[in-house]
């Protein structure tokens, strides 16, 4: 049986090592939406829909999936909400749009099980938003009759507020 000297000792060794790297390590900056550009890409892309005649929720996530905007129009599903985010959460996860997860999951037997992971939702609708070749952020709307409007609605919402992206 270990003493506790010899247990001590052992976990000193242990953690050391952990310690020593963290001295060591770099500081990460990353680029991320800002609110007033969510709050705009979300808008416009609820409003591009609306011209449309479509009642959609759009979501509006940061780099890391977490909410920043959700405008939800008159009329629109309760299902959409939580349809937008995780569309948005996916897309911004995965850095691609969901169209292509799905798409991928379906060709590639390795991937097949992309849709099992917490939180991701493949369905059309989901869209990055970069600024440049960066991703900082994403979009997801629900309601449209196919995940291809919704798409092209997202798409809509991030080209109106472009200038906002910059």
Known sequence: MMSLRHTAFAAAVLVTPLL?????????????I????????AQAAVEA??????????TVVDRAGIVRASLRADRAGPHTVEASRRKAFTSASARNTTTAILETSGANPG????GQI?????LGGGVPIKSGDEVIGAIGVGGAPGGHLDE????AGIAKA???LK
């Open 20 to 32: 020593t790297t963290g001295a060591s390590a770099q500081v990460v900056s990353e680029r991320n």
């Open 34 to 41: 800002s609110l007033p550009a969510a709050v705009a890409v």
């Open 49 to 58: 829909c609306a011209a449309k005649k479509f009642n959609v929720t759009a």
């Open 111 to 114: 991937a097949r099980n992309l």
């Open 118 to 122: 917490d939180g991701f939702l493949l």
């Open 152 to 155: 092209e609605c997202a798409n």
């Open 162 to 164: 472009a200038d906002k």
